[in-house]
């Protein structure tokens, strides 16, 4: 055999193998809908994408066994980006592009949204960003259904004070999402007659916090507040417990127990902490209740705990599914403009509505203590709107507005 | 008064924890002339040893100096025979080898033990300083630190095993001749980095978040201590851990570990321009 004929004939085979393989592909699309997944299965975030894929799966599940949408079987397409950004990049124009997905769930990090929010968009496809984030995104090919600052931050920071005091010492993580949602400490911390000490940023990998205990011991703030990430951070609550500074200055943080930090530490080191969100696994609603139930049947009762990003995905397709449900097509413009109408649904956390003006979600809030691993509520606060984002974007005047606003304290 | 206390207490502690962390890069880099890339990984078997044998209900203590140390010391002498003796002399090969291993060992952990950050609390509780609570974990951290200069010092320059050591390391081909078996000191001293490192990663499993990628980020400072401390094992490891550890906390002192951070690092490039064999390629010439 020479050269030309082995290309010709590796050539052929290769043509063969990959029409083989398309084929069936396509021969399914026909008859199911693809919904893109792409959450971190591995790699340093895994810790927050293994439970929103776990959601994912049993909302897709549900969907299917009541019948599926629109009379055809729901099929779930998963890409793991590895806690990678140019993963991100390359899964998006794939699960676009290639397998076609009605839909798009995922992207953790901030960082990660932006980098397939334009991708998506050049695309034509839809984006659900099912995270709690720093808010302000205002794009009309996406939807963001986790909470923003001033639905977390904004009801946790006045409580906070009223209980504590009103100097606050603020350590945040360093990159967008620390630095703004550090600004929103600061601007409710004003409103509402009480001052920031200090802001201090950290880089992720940052594990010796000595120095900065100190220096926080020395301002004698009334109260901490962290929106310290990951898993080195963690070190922080550990150096604060070891020289026994959790007992004289209170904490509240709006990113503790996302990555299940309050099972990670003892009781000691972290009991009394305050958060907020929209989720807690111990919210005692009977749709909650019913939720874990259907949860822990399909993954196990010892499951560590079901979190706020899982609930926020599990909320994010029914939302999704019920605006399809509407159009009557899984077409982009038919079910953005269906979504736009107003949908609601009753999620585990209670009652979820689409804001059109801003495509976040209207939802519960409620703020909780840590107390032995777990989370005792303490208030909820219905229906807060995501009222940071609205105002400085309006879709329904301006819809081909494409941005992220930041605050300016 | 109370302020300046703590500084130094900190201070102290800075210094200490560099000691701690460099130590085993400093025996394996400095008498066998090996870049052990995976320095950072064997401080992340030490701390998942110290779990693993909390877990199965050994005391902390015995889990921190006794367990860590002996189970990444196996795992040394265990690398060394498979890997790394083939490589002696080859210095790019073995920063490749080790690099490699570095990340099979991430793999490895990962797989195990999952991606999840695991951990447990600091002991010993705190005391106060006038108006300023300190771990006493921290002054354990520092306790170790001079127990182990003191120990590498007193092993190397008093035992027999130290001669032979520092003998082998001169001259391997003199050390054979006379009878020592230069395949089993490089072992031996491989091992004995190794379960430094281990003791080290141990000693951090209670201050930090244990995760399988841990390591990446004590590696660079280890690194930068080494080198800065230039060709003396011990005078180098002491004083570069002073020099880059006092300059770090009262940098993170007066701003932010951010700006600490920067300022070590900055001091570090300052000073190999300087002082390109590192501190004791000029001063405590010869010393240990």
Redesign the interface.
Same mark, same amino acid.
């Given at each position: 055999m020479d050269r030309r004929q082995f290309i010709k004939t590796s050539g052929y085979a290769a043509a063969a193998t990959g029409s083989g393989l398309l084929l069936p592909t396509s021969a399914f699309a026909a008859d199911d809908i693809a919904v893109g997944s792409i959450h971190d299965l591995? /790699?340093?975030l895994?810790?927050y994408g293994k439970p929103m894929l776990d959601a994912l799966t049993l909302a897709i599940e549900e969907q299917n066994a009541a019948g599926g949408l629109l009379g055809k079987k729901v099929r779930l397409v998963s890409y793991d980006p590895q806690s990678n950004m140019q993963l991100y990049t390359q899964f998006a124009q794939q699960a676009a592009l290639k397998d076609k997905v009605a839909v798009v769930m995922g992207g953790i990090t901030s960082a990660s949204r932006e980098v397939i929010r334009p991708v998506l968009d050049r695309a034509k496809t839809l984006y659900f960003y099912n995270t709690q984030y720093e808010g302000g995104v205002c794009d009309r090919g996406i939807f963001c259904t986790g909470v923003t600052p001033a639905q977390t931050v904004g009801k946790l920071v006045p409580y906070a004070m009223k209980k504590w005091g009103k100097k606050i010492y603020v350590v945040a993580a360093?990159y967008n999402y620390g630095q703004i949602t550090s600004q929103w400490v600061k601007k409710f911390a004003q409103e509402n007659g009480g001052s920031t000490v200090a802001i201090?940023?950290? =880089?992720l990998?940052?594990?010796?916090? /000595? =120095?900065?205990i #100190?220096?926080i011991?020395?301002a004698k703030p009334d109260m901490l507040f962290s929106a310290l990430v990951g898993?080195?951070?963690?070190?922080f609550y550990?150096?604060w417990?070891?020289? /026994?500074?959790n007992k004289?200055i209170p904490l509240a943080s709006s990113t503790f127990g996302v990555?299940?930090?309050q099972i990670?530490? #003892?009781a000691?080191?972290a009991n009394g902490y305050l958060l907020s969100y929209n989720y807690f696994q111990s919210l005692a609603t009977p749709g909650n209740t019913a939720f874990l139930q259907r949860f822990h049947k399909r993954f196990g009762a010892d499951y560590p705990n079901v979190t706020e990003l899982a609930c926020g995905t599990y909320q994010g397709f029914k939302l999704w599914a019920e605006g399809v449900k509407k159009a009557g097509s899984i077409d982009h413009m038919k079910v953005t403009t269906a979504l736009e109408s107003g949908i609601s649904i009753d999620g585990p956390s209670g009652k979820v509505t689409i804001d059109a003006n801003t495509h976040h979600c209207v939802l519960n809030v409620s703020v909780a203590e840590v107390q032995d691993k777990k989370f005792k509520i303490i208030q909820t606060f219905d229906q807060a709107p995501p009222s940071d984002t609205s105002a400085v974007c309006d879709l329904k005047k301006n819809p081909k507005d494409n941005q992220q606003y930041v605050i300016k304290v | 008064m109370d302020l300046a206390a703590i500084v130094v207490i900190q201070v102290l502690y800075g210094i200490a924890s560099l000691v701690i962390v460099s130590a085993g890069l400093a025996v394996i880099f400095g008498m066998m002339k090996v870049i052990n890339l995976a320095h950072g990984e064997f401080m992340m078997l030490g701390a998942y040893a110290t779990l693993g044998a909390l877990k199965i209900g050994i005391n902390l203590w015995v889990a921190i100096f006794v367990a860590a140390p002996l189970v990444v010391g196996g795992i040394g002498v265990l690398l060394e025979r498979l890997v790394i003796r083939r490589l002696y002399g080859r210095m790019i090969d073995t920063m490749l080898a080790t690099w490699g291993l570095s990340l099979l060992l991430v793999g490895v952990v990962t797989s195990a033990f999952g991606n999840t950050t695991a951990g447990i609390s600091t002991p010993l509780g705190s005391f106060t300083v006038g108006a300023y609570s300190v771990s006493v974990y921290t002054l354990l951290i520092i306790g170790v630190a001079v127990v182990l200069g003191v120990a590498l010092r007193a092993v190397l320059l008093k035992t027999q095993l130290g001669l032979i050591a520092r003998g082998t390391m001169q001259n391997p081909a003199m050390a054979d001749a006379l009878g020592i078996s230069p395949s089993r000191v490089y072992m031996v001293t491989f091992g004995v980095g190794a379960a430094l490192s281990g003791l080290a990663g141990g000693l951090l499993a209670p201050l930090t978040g244990v995760v399988p990628t841990m390591g990446g980020a004590f590696i660079a400072k280890a690194f930068i201590t080494v080198i800065g401390g230039g060709p003396a094992i011990l005078a180098g490891l002491v004083g570069a851990s002073t020099f880059f550890g006092a300059i770090n906390q009262i940098a993170a002192f007066l701003s932010t570990p951010v700006f600490g951070e920067v300022a070590l690092l900055f001091a570090a490039i300052v000073m190999l321009r300087l002082l390109p064999q590192g501190i004791t390629g000029r001063f405590f010439k010869g010393s240990l």
């Open positions: 591995s /790699g340093g895994d810790i360093d201090e940023f950290f =880089p990998d940052v594990t010796n916090f /000595g =120095p900065t #100190s220096k011991e020395a898993g080195a951070h963690i070190s550990r150096q417990a070891a020289a /026994g500074l004289k990555g299940n930090e990670v530490l #003892s000691e080191e | -």
